[in-house]
């Protein structure tokens, strides 16, 4: 089971969709969303059918659970509410595991999802891009896993938090944050996952200006590193700076996972005032540099 960790808009929804396209990797989206957006909401999956129509969802909902219920759905919102926080990845980085039938509980949801869905797929690796730190604890925590940590320069992630973009399911604006609150949640997030390797749990990082300038190259070296067992033939979906993706079935995810056919890596430059600009980069100075960011952007 593979985890996509990172702050949002930092590329985890890109890789996912890449490794989807090696043999034997299930993309499954961000699976922490699956229970409100896909049984509650039946906003569309990635091959653009709702959910509760999309044929892969329904066969792992009755594998897993016997079908999908709303029930089920409300008691895993309970429990993410108990279990599944930020404020309590300190607790588990220092060992201090409370509340173990809730998690228990919790965590057991998802194995149950993630090995019906690879029964389905008839895949040997399923992957999981919810991002949040707090989930790759929480699961960490009883089931085996790798992870791999997307980064990105934070005055990127920061400029694009504060664009406006459109939810494609019904055209609602998705989120914005300031860059004040992007830098201190991009600090946030990465401390957690630096824990985390800390502890030693499989936790490989990616640069996500590495993936868009070089995607076959990174996706061949992450590929190695996760151990799948690729041959030099499965990277001819990629070709120089563009992709070719099929249709993947991923629950929840920015607008990318709805890219059928050829897209264009490009790393776009999004300028944030000069004065926010600054103050970003001085809020994230510590892992700026240690991830290689010049001062400069």
Not at 36 to 43: H, K, L, P, S, T
Not at 174 to 181: F, Q, T, V
Not at 206 to 235: I, M, N, S
Not at 258 to 277: D, M, S, T, W, Y
């Amino acid at each position: 089971m593979i985890f996509v960790g990172g702050l949002g808009r930092s590329g985890t929804t890109l890789l996912e969709r890449l490794l989807g396209e090696l043999p034997g990797v299930a993309p499954l989206g961000e699976v922490v969303h699956l229970w409100r957006r896909g049984v509650q909401a039946d906003e569309p999956c990635g091959c653009r059918q709702p959910f509760s129509q999309c044929p892969f969802w329904h066969k792992v909902g009755e594998r897993a659970f016997g079908g999908w219920r709303l029930a089920k759905a409300d008691r895993q919102h309970e429990l993410r509410a108990k279990v599944d926080r930020t404020r309590r990845v300190p607790v588990f980085a220092l060992g201090l595991i409370s509340r173990e039938a809730q998690l228990t509980e919790y965590v057991a949801a998802y194995h149950r999802i993630y090995a019906a869905a690879a029964e389905i797929a008839n895949g040997r690796v399923v992957v999981d891009s919810s991002k949040h730190a707090s989930l790759a604890y929480c699961l960490s925590a009883i089931i085996d896993l790798q992870v791999v940590h997307v980064v990105r320069d934070p005055r990127a992630v920061a400029a694009s938090w504060r664009k406006k973009v459109a939810r494609p399911e019904d055209g609602t604006p998705m989120a914005r944050w300031s860059p004040m609150r992007t830098a201190l949640h991009w600090v946030a997030q990465n401390l957690a996952y630096e824990v985390l390797r800390a502890k030693r749990v499989p936790v490989l990082r990616v640069h996500y200006e590495d993936l868009v300038e070089e995607p076959a190259r990174t996706l061949r070296g992450l590929a190695e590193r996760l151990g799948l067992p690729c041959a030099e033939a499965d990277f001819d979906f990629l070709d120089g700076r563009e992709a070719r993706l099929g249709v993947a079935h991923t629950v929840s995810g920015n607008p990318m996972r709805f890219a059928v056919g050829r897209i264009k890596f490009r790393e776009n430059q999004p300028r944030l005032p000069f004065p926010h600009r600054w103050a970003v980069t001085l809020i994230t100075l510590p892992f700026l540099l240690r991830y290689g960011y010049r001062l400069t952007y």
